[in-house]
């Protein structure tokens, strides 16, 4: 393997990529490719490296006659294999412009031995004008997951381990000599040494035992394996923090916008420890807002390129799990200098807004600074002082009275504002989990949205947008957070579902503002919880691209992330660019180079969130469970929150989601109406669809199957 720099790799990769997709292409050997780009026989070597490169990521194939093809001239597209219990799946496209908008269908036949989040290279067999394309997996280019963790069964002469990823459906059979002793009940972690074959399950060693199921604390950590989510940082990280400060040196104080006599505080929830956003405000005499969103400089500490940097990347995110952070970087640093602590000099990169009364930027600069924030308030104190004239925190922050209320005005400005424009709020209740000493949950409680809360997401908001169109607008290369438009299919399926209930979306050109208008019509009603979910189910995921496509969810034309460096990739990316700006470093060279560069961090960048994202979900879930394990037979009230041919959804207030098997229902028989999503009795006529208010009781929970079963309480039978 030769050991070549990435930007050049990059040149070279796109370079032959350019010659094999040419219209003059014929299909050729390697050896006659070379041979026409006239690759001297020195470099043939890294030539055919780059070549083999390009076949293992699936952006080039090789025919059986050991020609050379790109994947669309032989009707064939790659991407990432979403497998379903059922055994079929979908491969997302990544590569291709004809199918991007849809899913390739994969029946369980054409898996070809792929499991859920594999990279795969994909046959288009029937393209049906109208319906959704399908296909057969031809490769599997990359492993979804390197290694499968799940829960192992004993037999007398061999074992089985059953995934923790529903998704992946099939049971993975383990010989004897490759158990490791595990025993029935124990959480292993399993790498797959034969992939299924049609009638046969895949093969596979434990190369770990996690601990058993029922352990204090395997629970989580195997889903930290599962997602293969990194716990600690490599020795060469560790030696690169330990030669980075404690406090800000004198000589890094120079050179920047001191605004260390501005009355400065950090808001916060109070258990949190990376405080990276610390805000300054003042009313001007002109009856403006001069609003300071000061981040911690974290770029100032993380050098491109370092081994710091490229773990940073790597893991593209923190990942907040029920009992515990995995940060994005050392703790030295996301609690310590990075963090925007009480009465310490810390390095800021600023953006100073100037605002009207009607919320819009006039003017803004975006600087390098030196603060020092005077107090650390909590949004539970913020809310209280401000709503409460009788607060007991009053006298302690007597000095800070008047910046909160000048920022509560200010809120309500930018909130009426981007209200008034389109930007759609979703008032969806969030669980947090509390734990005890031995993390058993004890208590689920709603999170609170006050005003406190909206003061610094309205400032944070103001921010990351004014940052965003600033760049725009200088034409260099940056990271963008976008929101497409749904998809018109998806709106007509949900034009469709609420019609039912009476609501309608007006016009064919469906701008952010008439959603904001339904879920407002809706607000109140006992339908405003199914309004809301089918309305988020038709929008697509806000993602990170390397080109400005704008905000659909928020109805901003320009947005980014620039406001959290200490826990996301890309405000650290932001940052960077930035400063290289700021400092007149981003030459014709480099800018060049980031446009190569920034493409491929975007893209990890978004795939990392998604598992981020994923983890959190599951290791809340399997709380939840474990919350509901010693309330079998308790009854709740809740609301129906999906309807599926398998079963119907029930989600109690404080957001604990069973199902009730339509085979429970004993009143009736009852038949499964997809159109309406709802279920109505053979003789009786009743009815339960999706918003209704419904009792049930809890009869079941098995965190090994992530399953919670209830059983509906008839009326004339308060059970």
Known sequence: ?????????????????????????????????????????????????????????????????????????????YGTYTSTSKGFGFVIVENDEIYNKQDIFIHEKNANGAMHKDKVLCQIIEDNTGKRPEGVIIKVLEKGFKHIVGTF?????????????????????????????????????????????????????????????????????????QFDLPT?????????????PT?????????????????????????????????????????????????????????????????????????????????????????????????????????IMEIDKNGNVQNHQIVETLINVDKRMSYTIVNDVLTNENSPYLEDN?????????????RNILLQKRIKRGAIEFDFEEAKIILDENRKPKEIKLYERNVATSIIEEFMLAANETVAEHYYWLELPFVYRSHEEPDIEKIEEMAEFISKFGYKLKGSNIHSKAFQKLLDKAKGTPEEMIISRVVLRSFKQARYTFRNEGH???????????????????????????????????????????????????????????????????????????????KIGQIFEGVISSVTSWGIYVELPNTVEGMVSPKTIEDDYYYYDEKNMQYFGEKTGKRYSLGDIVKVKLVSTNIYERTIDFKFILEESEE
């Open 552 to 630: 659909f969810g928020l109805a901003a034309n320009y947005y980014c992330h620039f406001t959290s460096p200490i826990r996301r990739y890309p405000d650290l990316q932001i940052h960077r660019i930035i400063k290289e700006n700021i400092n007149g470093k981003l030459d014709e060279k480099r800018i060049n180079n980031l446009s190569k560069k920034l493409p491929d961090v975007c893209l990890k960048c978004s795939n990392r969130e998604r598992v981020a994202d994923d983890a959190e979900r599951e290791t809340c879930l399997v709380k939840k469970i474990e919350y509901m394990e010693d």
């Open 232 to 244: 600690d940082f490599d020795d060469l990280v560790y030696k690169q923090v330990e030669n980075i």
């Open 398 to 410: 007597k000095e800070f009275l008047n910046m909160f209320k000048t920022m509560e005005e200010l």
């Open 247 to 351: 406090e800000v040196l004198e000589e890094e104080k120079t050179g920047r916008l001191d605004l260390r006599n501005i009355q400065t505080v950090t808001i916060d929830g109070e258990d949190a420890k990376d405080l990276d956003d610390a805000i300054t405000i003042q009313k001007l005499e002109n009856g403006n807002y001069k609003l300071g969103v000061h981040i911690a400089d974290v770029t100032h500490y993380v050098k491109e390129g370092t081994s710091l940097d490229r773990e940073a990347l790597k893991r593209g995110t923190s990942v907040y799990l029920v009992d515990r952070v995995i940060p994005m970087l050392p703790h030295k640093l996301s609690n310590g200098i990075c963090s925007l602590n009480q009465k310490e000099d810390r390095l800021a990169l600023s953006c």
């Open 1 to 77: 393997m030769i050991d070549i720099d990435d930007n050049i790799l990059q040149e070279k990769k796109e370079k032959i990529l350019g010659f094999v997709k040419s219209k003059e292409y014929k299909p050729m050997k390697i050896n006659d490719i070379m041979m026409l780009m006239e690759v001297p026989p020195q470099d043939r070597e890294l030539f055919s490296q780059i070549v083999n490169e390009l076949l293992v990521d699936g952006k080039l194939v090789l025919t059986q006659k050991g020609k050379i093809m790109t994947p669309d001239s032989l009707n064939m597209v």
């Open 153 to 225: 069964e004993q037999s007398q002469s061999f074992g089985f381990v059953v995934p923790d990823e529903k998704r992946m459906y099939k049971d993975i059979f383990i010989p004897k000599k490759y158990t490791m002793g595990a025993v029935t009940g124990h959480k292993v972690v399993v790498e797959i040494i034969k992939q299924a074959e049609e009638g046969k399950k895949p093969e596979g060693r434990v190369t770990e035992i996690i601990g058993h199921i029922n352990d204090p604390g395997v629970d989580i950590l195997s889903i930290i394996k």
